[in-house]
């Protein structure tokens, strides 16, 4: 059944991830020797940074471009989502297929009643209503997905930017033009932040 295949799939995925993160975790661990002539390992890191990376890492193992962005809280979130999904699809094919067998049989005089209902109707509409939920379980599935690895993407771009310090808001009152050439009162927001580097680089 599909539902278990798509289970089947999770579940291999999340183990490859467990294995990943420890990896990850040991080999962060090491502490190998600098001398004068070696450039820290952290800078050689921090320098290759790649959004492309990331977006590679999270399009193979969803959560693994979040790791190398090291932003693991964000790994209960799409794994969470991604379970529930996953159960939710397998809960509402299951019913379909339930339906859609009480259906057959109810047309066919092999049973004069399914659950209490005796329309054929009545039936039909049940099991479209949980063909449309899976369907839409799918949809958001391929949503999570997706967004999984345009998020890994953007933090990797933003993964240089340090606003926590020079972040300011700044609010001040403001003339602007109207369509009809009439000035109009009102107030301007103004966001300045510093980066230690380009946004693109």
């Given at each position: 059944?599909l539902?278990?295949k798509?289970?089947?799939?999770?579940?291999?995925?999340?183990?490859?991830?467990?294995?990943?993160c420890?990896?990850?975790?040991?080999?962060?661990?090491?502490?190998?020797?600098?001398?004068?002539?070696?450039?820290?390992?952290?800078?050689?890191?921090?320098?290759?940074h790649?959004?492309?990376?990331?977006?590679?890492?999270?399009?193979?193992?969803?959560?693994?471009?979040?790791?190398?962005?090291?932003?693991?809280?964000?790994?209960?979130?799409?794994?969470?989502?991604?379970?529930?999904?996953?159960?939710?699809?397998?809960?509402?094919?299951?019913?379909?297929?339930?339906?859609?067998?009480?259906?057959?049989?109810?047309?066919?005089?092999?049973?004069?009643?399914?659950?209490?209902?005796?329309?054929?109707?009545?039936?039909?509409k049940?099991?479209?209503?949980?063909?449309?939920?899976?369907?839409?379980?799918?949809?958001?599935?391929?949503?999570?997905?997706?967004?999984?690895?345009?998020?890994?993407?953007?933090?990797?771009?933003?993964?240089?930017?340090?606003?926590?310090?020079d972040?300011?808001?700044?609010?001040?009152?403001?003339?602007?033009?109207?369509?009809?050439?009439?000035?109009?009162?009102?107030?301007?927001?103004?966001?300045?932040?510093?980066?230690?580097?380009?946004?693109?680089?």
């Amino acid at each position: 059944m599909l539902g278990h295949k798509l289970q089947f799939l999770f579940n291999k995925y999340f183990l490859i991830l467990i294995l990943t993160c420890i990896s990850i975790k040991t080999y962060s661990q090491k502490d190998p020797a600098i001398t004068g002539d070696q450039v820290p390992i952290t800078n050689n890191l921090e320098q290759n940074h790649s959004p492309h990376k990331a977006a590679i890492y999270s399009a193979l193992i969803p959560g693994l471009g979040q790791i190398y962005n090291k932003k693991y809280w964000k790994l209960p979130v799409i794994y969470g989502l991604t379970g529930i999904f996953i159960y939710s699809f397998d809960f509402n094919n299951n019913q379909y297929n339930k339906y859609t067998n009480a259906y057959i049989d109810l047309k066919s005089n092999k049973i004069t009643n399914f659950e209490g209902y005796t329309e054929f109707s009545t039936l039909d509409k049940i099991r479209d209503n949980y063909k449309r939920n899976r369907d839409l379980n799918v949809i958001s599935l391929a949503a999570i997905y997706l967004l999984n690895v345009i998020d890994a993407t953007v933090d990797a771009h933003l993964f240089y930017y340090d606003i926590s310090e020079d972040l300011s808001l700044n609010v001040q009152p403001a003339l602007f033009n109207t369509i009809n050439n009439q000035s109009a009162a009102g107030f301007s927001l103004k966001i300045n932040f510093k980066s230690n580097k380009s946004l693109f680089d």
